[in-house]
């Protein structure tokens, strides 16, 4: 690996945070935008309203100001409850947390209308065929919903978390040493502007390639069955 003046193993630290808060985004998100796409697609009028509003505020709002709204917000909040409860020392939160809320938050209302239009793209036949053998509602969701829906949202899923891995240099600003706060801190240090962010674009760009080939793995995994039925029509 190239020495980049010392500054390569700050780099590789950078990096796999990067990895770290990427992963743990995409997996609560992917979690939080199916509860929300099923939300809007409820036959209930609050839950629907609550996961239209959700959708709307959060992709409104740049993911920097969601980051800051969070970070400062869950220290106000946290060390207001401690005050009520008569501790009056100073509490900060970990920007690593606050980074991964707010990612995974924003992960969830882009996600929530990919997995809206995948589940709306499932025939409803197949659903009553299930009901109509007995099958409780929810082994028809696991076992005929969940694996079509899985299918179909995967390239969009893939879509996001490519943003989501790029938008993480934004926690920077909230004193996570991730891949873009240690690269700047390298460029501080050596004066080398060039070297470092073009070491750093590189780093994504690996990261992205890696990421993109992940995806299509798993798309061809999902798509096996899919693909055999529709070559044996």
């Known amino acids: 690996m190239f020495d980049l003046h010392g500054f390569s193993g700050l780099l590789a630290e950078g990096a796999w945070m990067t990895v770290r808060l990427t992963i743990i985004a995409t997996v609560a998100g992917i ?30 709002v740049p ?77 028809t969701f696991f076992k005929i919903t969940l694996p079509q829906v899985w299918r179909l949202a995967l390239p969009g899923l893939g879509n ?25 801190f390298a460029v501080d240090n050596t004066k080398k502007p060039f070297t470092f962010f073009l070491a750093a674009a590189f780093i994504y760009l690996m990261l992205t390639i890696l990421a993109m080939i992940a995806t299509s793995l798993l798309e061809a995994k999902a798509n096996r069955g899919f693909t055999a039925q529709r070559s044996d029509q």
Do not use: H, W
Not at 33 to 60: C, N
Not at 79 to 87: D, H, M, Q, S, V
């Open 160 to 184: 996001i978390f490519l943003v989501i891995m790029k938008e993480t240099a934004l926690v920077s600003v909230v004193g996570l040493n991730e891949l873009m706060r240690n690269t700047q």
């Open 63 to 139: 993911i920097l100001l969601v980051i800051l709204l969070f970070y400062f917000g869950a220290i106000a909040g946290v060390n207001a409850i401690a005050r009520l409860l008569g501790y009056t020392a100073f509490i900060d939160v970990s920007a690593f947390a606050a980074g991964c809320i707010a990612l995974s938050l924003a992960f969830g209302a882009y996600s929530a209308e990919v997995f809206r239009g995948a589940l709306q793209s499932i025939p409803v036949g197949q659903i009553e065929a299930a009901r109509a053998i007995g099958l409780p509602r929810g082994k």
């Open 31 to 60: 979690c939080i935008g199916l509860s929300i796409a099923l939300m809007k697609l409820s036959s209930s009028s609050v839950m629907r309203f609550f996961a239209e509003v959700y959708t709307t505020i959060l992709r409104g």
